[in-house]
């Protein structure tokens, strides 16, 4: 794609395509992401787009830049839709829990675009708003500036970490993620406690635990770190 995007309010084209389609950036968002989640990244061109859409594929440089540009609206889709009804209550734990949980489920229920998009940064409005949120949870809290940008840095990267990891994992083609579970059995089963002693005596809970995500024990271990953080700074004070 060539740089030549038309300001939204310069869009005049409102004649639909040939399979009757009204284009606009919400329809070519949504198509987009239909079309990376049957048939990964590949599908992520704008031939394959025009294809789909029933237009010509030029029809899109009047809402994206390029190519990278539709990908940055489809990570802020994936923003968005983790967003989507989130209400503070007020409580700081809770909030960030619930925010952390949400980012995981929105992933994993595109992983062929959590894939592609986990770690863009697209400062558009989904993830400008997420980013307000989670200052404001951890400023309303107690944290001072500081604090509070360094733990919305450490909290956003490990929940878009997990989210990319286990969006990866679950694209996977399905014969690959068997063979990729299978190998707690087949290989660490199998460890002799002569050579690998610390394995062989936790090989029953460790194939269990490793079937699952990681993340939610890794953000109960964030929170209380987080916790404890306050915990400090709210004595502190108290002492001066």
């Known amino acids: 794609m060539a740089e030549r995007v038309v300001p939204e309010g310069r869009?005049?084209?409102?004649r639909p395509t040939k399979q009757g389609t009204v284009l606009s950036e919400r329809v070519i968002v949504e198509t987009a992401l239909r079309l990376v989640a049957q048939h990964g990244a590949e599908?992520?061109?704008?031939?394959?787009?025009?294809?789909a859409l029933g237009s010509d594929p030029s029809a899109l440089y009047r809402y994206f830049r390029n190519t990278d540009d539709l990908l940055l609206a489809l990570a802020d889709e994936m923003v968005g839709r983790a967003q989507a009804g989130w209400r503070a209550t007020g409580e700081w734990r809770a909030d960030l829990r619930e925010i952390a949980l949400r980012i995981?489920?929105?992933y994993l229920a595109n992983p062929q675009v959590a894939a592609?998009?986990?770690?863009?940064?697209?400062?558009?409005?989904?993830?400008?708003?997420?980013v307000e949120a989670i200052l404001g949870v951890l400023r309303?809290?107690?944290?001072?500036?500081a604090e509070a940008v360094r733990i919305y840095h450490a909290f956003v990267?490990?929940?878009l970490a997990f989210a990319a990891l286990d969006a990866a994992a679950l694209a996977l083609p399905e014969p690959a993620r068997e063979a990729d579970e299978q190998v707690w059995h087949a290989a660490y089963g199998k460890l002799s406690p002569d050579t690998h002693p610390n394995v062989a005596a936790t090989y029953p809970l460790l194939a269990?635990?490793?079937?699952d995500s990681g993340h939610?024990?890794?953000l109960e271990l964030m929170l209380d770190a987080v916790g404890a953080r306050l915990a400090a700074r709210l004595a502190a004070l108290g002492e001066g």
């Open 208 to 211: 269990a635990d490793m079937r």
């Open 104 to 106: 995981h489920a929105a």
């Open 140 to 145: 309303r809290a107690g944290f001072p500036d």
């Open 157 to 159: 990267d490990q929940a």
């Open 43 to 51: 599908a992520l061109s704008v031939r394959r787009l025009g294809a």
């Open 216 to 218: 939610p024990f890794a």
């Open 11 to 14: 869009r005049q084209r409102r």
């Open 116 to 130: 592609l998009a986990a770690h863009r940064t697209t400062g558009r409005a989904h993830e400008t708003r997420a």
